[in-house]
């Protein structure tokens, strides 16, 4: 076997990389990771942005549509002009067409990382109305100029479909960048 680190996620959730040295011989390192690191390593983390500008008294909908069990370790928008709300919602009516997709981002794309496809689509631009409200998040420049309001502990997720609402809640249009990290199990 040629030179080369190989990876694995054990049973026990323990992280093993074995180096190969050549003439059959190795070297075994084994370490224990937190979860999240465990799927960074392991290719199962993913990221998106998404730059917004949402004019006043306008929402811009978001659909998350999953085939897996998903860890979500952060979500979030920073907003440059405006106020804005947004609110994480599992059920509820949807219309519309969401037409516009979010790029899905490997969060590790190292040569020695596996390779695993997201079973996430993210798309926008529909409407949508109701449903259970899971996580809220407020964010207003006021006077301060560019905030950041962002969920930054880990919520577990089984498959299916959900919705974030950036509801613009200026008297001007509000400007921002969306963000969501996230493992996949």
Not at 39 to 44: D, H, I, K, M
Not at 91 to 103: K, L, N, Q, W
Not at 128 to 142: F, I, P, R
Request: some cysteine; glycine content about 12%; overall charge negative.
């Amino acid at each position: 076997m040629p030179n080369g680190d190989v990876f694995f996620v054990g049973p026990n959730g323990a992280y093993k990389k074995f180096q190969h040295l050549g003439n059959g011989f190795h070297a075994e390192m084994q370490c224990v990771l937190a979860p999240d690191e465990i799927a960074f390593y392991a290719g199962r983390e993913f990221r998106t942005f998404y730059d917004y500008s949402i004019l006043q008294n306008e929402s811009l909908n978001v659909k998350i549509v999953s085939t897996k069990d998903i860890v979500l370790y952060e979500f979030g928008t920073d907003v440059t002009v405006g106020a804005i709300k947004v609110e994480l919602v599992s059920g509820g009516t949807e219309g519309g067409s969401y037409d516009t997709t979010f790029s899905i981002i490997k969060c590790n794309t190292m040569s020695v990382t596996p390779v695993v496809s997201s079973g996430l689509t993210i798309t926008a631009n529909g409407t949508h109305t109701g449903g259970t409200v899971v996580d809220l998040l407020y964010a207003d420049t006021g006077k301060a100029g560019a905030v950041t309001a962002s969920e930054d502990y880990p919520q577990g997720f089984p498959a299916g479909t959900y919705y974030i609402r950036l509801t613009n809640q200026s008297n001007q249009t509000t400007k921002g960048v969306f963000r969501a990290r996230w493992e996949e199990r």
